[in-house]
């Protein structure tokens, strides 16, 4: 029988390629449970050019959050390197309202989000938020109710 070339196996320190549905910046601070960066780390995504990150940050968030990281072969980021990077995020296009509410805009300017941030915004956005935090919310689910699952996903997922 042939022996296949075994791959590699990546250590946590190794830098791999990861790409994001959004424009979002991502810090790390030194001291987050489970990582072993030294010092803080940021990286900035434009939605669609896979940037080099660590592998434990990579493989992190890419399993934690699936619909908005991914995790590229070389070859896979090469090609879309050599593209032009899209003018706007498709998320971000989806979940900004007529009132120019944007979803991610306001995750990402609320740390930590809070009950009282929340409480001020309507409803309509208030059920665009759990939409995005993929919580299905039924049309007849209170607001307050809304708000409270909204506030345990995001502590729970760290947002």
């Known amino acids: 029988m042939a022996r296949q070339a075994a791959t590699p196996k ?3 320190t190794d830098e791999v390629y990861l790409v994001s549905k ?3 910046e991502l810090q790390i601070p030194k001291e987050k449970r489970s990582f072993p960066n030294e010092i803080p780390l940021t990286f900035i995504f434009k939605a669609g050019v896979p940037q080099k990150v660590p592998f ?3 493989e992190s968030y890419s399993s934690a959050y699936p619909d908005v990281y991914k995790i590229l072969s070389n070859e896979e980021a090469e090609v879309l ?5 899209p003018k706007t995020s498709v998320s ?3 979940m900004n309202t007529g009132n120019n509410f944007n979803v991610i805009e306001f995750l990402n300017n609320s740390h930590p989000v809070s009950r009282e941030r929340l409480e001020v915004l309507g409803d309509k956005e208030i059920f665009q938020i759990a939409a995005l935090l993929d919580l299905n ?3 007849d689910t209170s607001k307050e109710r809304l708000i409270e699952q909204i506030l345990i996903d995001v502590e ?3 947002i």
């Open 22 to 24: 959004v424009d979002r």
């Open 137 to 139: 919310p039924s049309p």
């Open 156 to 158: 729970v997922k760290n």
């Open 56 to 58: 434990y940050a990579a």
């Open 10 to 12: 990546l250590k946590p």
């Open 81 to 85: 390197l050599t593209q032009e990077p």
């Open 92 to 94: 971000a296009q989806t």
